[in-house]
């Protein structure tokens, strides 16, 4: 019988399971929180739109009982808007997500004008860690960047990385699948060309597995070679190849395996639930019910306290 099988049929298995494998909690971690894309997607599927009325989205936000938000935040004055809503319903600011384009010079030093205009408000929230993507050539498209455009990128991002740092937080590079084509040449060349003192690794374990063809071998394989400069994890859980409503560290990925082998490294990374919806996804519950689930099991896989 197959591990998953068998820890399917015994209730309370992963829980167990996980509660041998808990991440020590220190004083200086970060709330866990809830990246915007999964609201963006609960609120497209029930007709309403994310961030349309921000007092509004906040407050249900704030039912769930998590603590920390990220959002994608696309300029200073995006974030400033949401600065009162965050104060009211004392919601944590511990990282947010903003895209970046790095591959052209032109378009390179913009970004850096635009990230370093957030940062410097959202260093004043307490902010720690801004995760970046760097934009593909086209978003869904194989048209994958060349030699030059890939050294363009990873010398601006240790620059980026550098003066992110001078400002007291972390920049963490993220990736999605297009990363990973090409023998992963964009993503290896990222994290082997610039200073682990300047750019960090946000580990979204579920884009590692798909971008690798659905691999639990990449996702482990990549944590043994990055494991070190893993300062954020985005979580995410697939059953069938499909995500999830709520996270379940039981599925596709081994998740009790995995938050095993962040306690042997030692790291003490900040969790980010990014339990999304896509196509065929189930519909069974609202997005308040979904991340309450989120927050319980995501805690109890890490060992952390349950209030």
Sequence with gaps: MKRRNFMQLVPGTAL??????FITHKKDSLPISANGYNWITFYNRSGKVWGEDWDA???EFAQTGILGFEPSIPNADYLKTLIPFLKKYNIQLPSIYVGTELHEEATAKESIKTILSIAEIASTLGTKIIVTNPNPINWGSSHLKDDDQLFCQSSHLDQLGQAVRTRGMKLAYHTHDVELKAGAREFHHVLQNTDPENLHFCMDVHWIYRGSENSQWAVFDTLKMYGDRIVS?????????????AFDPVGDIDYVRFAGEIKKMGINPHLVIEQCLE???????????AHQINLKEIKALFGLPPF
């Design 16 to 21: 167990l399971l996980a509660g041998s494998s």
């Design 57 to 59: 989205c906040l407050a």
């Design 233 to 245: 994890l985005h979580l995410r859980q697939s059953e069938g190849g499909v995500w999830t409503e």
């Design 279 to 289: 196509e065929k996804s189930p519909n069974t519950m609202d997005v308040v019910a």
